[in-house]
């Protein structure tokens, strides 16, 4: 089974980048399934159901999120009852938002979950429990099992990948909107990159127009944050999933420049 995963959503910018290049992408790499982090999908701030259903509507089958997903208070009724959005699954409130996500894909299982680190991020549960209480219910023996863990430390990344290697298909970090360059499969089989990076404008400061930014940080005076238009890009990994494993075969980092200005 072939996923394409998309990292982090930023605003209407990245949602037209999708309009205008995913199917292409999707049919590129054949993929079975597209899924992507959905945290910053209204304007860079949480999920709006319009701007969800927009997004779901050019290609994404299912989305993760991370700390910003409840940033929109007018949105819980529909992140209540949207069966497509995953929340991290270590957040204190679990009745709130689904857990994880179990789809049939052709013949497959796959179990679709989102943890939240612990490090230098708001307060969740242990990530490392959570997941360990999980896969003792749950085995990669009869499911594909992907995991978005949505973390600002690398440290907390790796060493969640190491403790996952082999128990889950792949294992792909979220939330720094930063691509970093080492894809790899794990020695038991998991597929990890520490951070798939930001589907939007890069010519910015991960995500926001970057004079707001430097001046913010510069003066020491916040800002209205405005999304940045320019430098768009899609940020993801496609995985090629062992049909009789579940492990991963092959990673593959993409990263697609579509108007030359991100320099
Ligand atoms: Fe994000
Ligand atoms: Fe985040």
Redesign the pocket.
Known sequence: MKILFLG?I?GKPGREVLKKNLKHLKNEFSVDICIA?F??LDDGRGISEKAAKLAFSYGVDYATS?N?LWDKPDSLPYLKLEKRICKPMNYPKPDIGMNFISAQIGAKNLLLLNLAGQSFMPPANSPFECVDEFLEKYSITENIIFVDFHAEATAEKRAMAWFLDGRVSALVG??T?VQTADEQILPQGTAYITDVG?TGGHASVIGVQKDIIIDSIKDGVHKPYKTSQKGLEINGVMLDIDDHTNLTNKIIRIRRCFDGENS
Request: charged share 20%.
């Open positions: 982090d930023y982090n945290e910053n991370g910003h979220t939330h909107h930001m």
